[in-house]
Nanobody
Framework: QVQLVESGGGLVQAGGSLRLSCAASGRTFSRYAMGWFRQAPGQEREFVAAISRSLRTYYTDSVKGRFTISRDNAKNTAYLQMNSLKFEDTAVYYC????????????????????WGQGTQVTVSS
């Protein structure tokens, strides 16, 4: 089992940047695929980005070229670098993890994931 704690959210002007971090407990972080999701007020949770154990990545179209997901297995941490932020990126961002034996699997659906963080608020002012 793993516990996830997000940090790095905040208030930023449109065009600015933030880096979210997701710190995971335990000693087997490298066995997990990691993902980021977000939920805006009144909307369903949506997929943002994911990274496999072998560092394959996948992004939703609206963030391609602006967001970068990465991981540091030595630090048990996943990151989401968000550049050129837009008002519509405003949401609570959640980190998610799933243990898998598949090195290249990049899970893109919320039901793929077994563990979730508590979320961190990102607010982009226009």
């Amino acid at each position: 089992q793993v516990q996830l704690v997000e940090s790095g959210g905040g208030l930023v002007q449109a065009g600015g940047s933030l880096r979210l971090s997701c710190a995971a407990s335990g000693r087997t972080f490298s066995r997990y695929a990691m993902g980021w999701f977000r939920q805006a007020p009144g909307q369903e949770r949506e997929f943002v980005a994911a990274i496999s154990r072998s560092l394959r990545t996948y992004y939703t179209d609206s963030v391609k070229g602006r967001f970068t997901i990465s991981r540091d297995n030595a630090k048990n941490t996943a990151y989401l670098q968000m550049n050129s932020l837009k008002f519509e990126d405003t949401a609570v961002y959640y980190c998610a993890a799933v243990e898998t034996g598949q090195l290249a699997w990049v899970p893109r659906f919320s039901y793929d994931y077994a563990y979730w963080g508590q979320g961190t608020q990102v607010t982009v002012s226009s």
